[in-house]
């Protein structure tokens, strides 16, 4: 039997990086993961007999990130936009400075869309997996994506 | 647009890591998901009450009542032995 704290302590590196790449700033990342892990919490027993316990995890983290980014509308705007945010130890090289770019352009799509294209590109699951764990359908899924990169690849525009 | 493309799109974000030391506290994780358990463990049996006494106070307002008055002439019929199968 899977011991809760065991558990989440090996996990939490992944699971914050999920965030991250969900949130692209790492305290509102700290803050959706220490979310997510009272939740698993408060479900543990339900989560320890998941078939896939990592899958359930990583769904808790995409499902708060999703209902904070609905709750949270003053807090963003007290903090601002992203790209407002002081900016990241300096880039050294293009490479860095293109993913700078890219994660900043990421953070200005649309949560459901980000969830989207972070489930899909970054961490490689398949449609049926994300179309589960955002509890929508697989052409929701498709069509969400189709939308993402093109607001990824209108932000980049905007940017060069 | 192929998928490739689409993922070669946000490749550079693949290795992407958080970059300062992690804020996350599991003990904090696990008293906060203790209090939210006690809390609505609470919230459940304020409601089952409250619904027990709901349920208590539309039993006791069905009571069966009487249609008319107690007539002591017609409530000694109801006691004659007739009435009650018995010889007269």
């Known amino acids: 039997m899977i011991d809760y704290t065991e558990y989440v302590s090996a996990r939490l590196p992944a699971l914050r990086r ?32 998941a078939d896939d ?11 708060t990130f999703l209902n904070e980014q609905r709750r949270s509308w003053a807090r963003i705007r007290l903090v601002g936009r992203a790209d407002d945010l002081p900016p990241a130890p300096a880039a050294a090289g293009p490479d860095l400075e293109t993913r700078e770019q890219l994660r900043i352009a990421l953070t200005r799509v649309p949560p459901r869309q980000r969830a989207v294209l972070v489930l899909r590109f970054l961490l490689d699951l398949p449609v049926a997996e994300v179309a589960r764990m955002l509890r929508c359908s697989e052409g929701t899924v498709k069509s969400q994506t189709s939308l993402g990169l093109a607001a990824v ?4 525009g905007a940017a060069q | 647009m ?19 030391a992690s804020t996350v506290s599991v003990a904090q994780a696990i008293r906060d998901g203790r209090r939210r358990k006690a809390a609505f463990a609470a919230a459940a049996a304020v409601m089952v009450a409250l619904v027990a006494v ?18 002591v002439a017609t409530a000694g019929l109801l006691c004659s032995p007739r009435s009650q199968g018995g010889r007269s």
Do not use: K, N
């Open chain 1, 153 to 156: 690849r209108r932000q980049l």
């Open chain 2, 54 to 71: 709901g349920l208590g106070l539309s039993q006791r307002q069905q009571l069966p009542t009487a249609a008319g008055r107690f007539d």
């Open chain 1, 53 to 63: 316990l990592d899958a359930y995890a990583r769904a808790v983290v995409v499902r």
């Open chain 2, 2 to 20: 192929s998928m490739d493309d689409d993922r070669e799109l946000l490749a550079p974000l693949r290795d992407l890591e958080p970059p300062g």
């Open chain 1, 18 to 49: 999920v965030a991250y790449l969900l949130c692209g700033d790492e305290h509102r990342a700290d803050d959706v993961v220490q979310v997510a892990i009272t939740r698993l919490y408060t479900s543990w027993r339900r989560a320890r007999d």
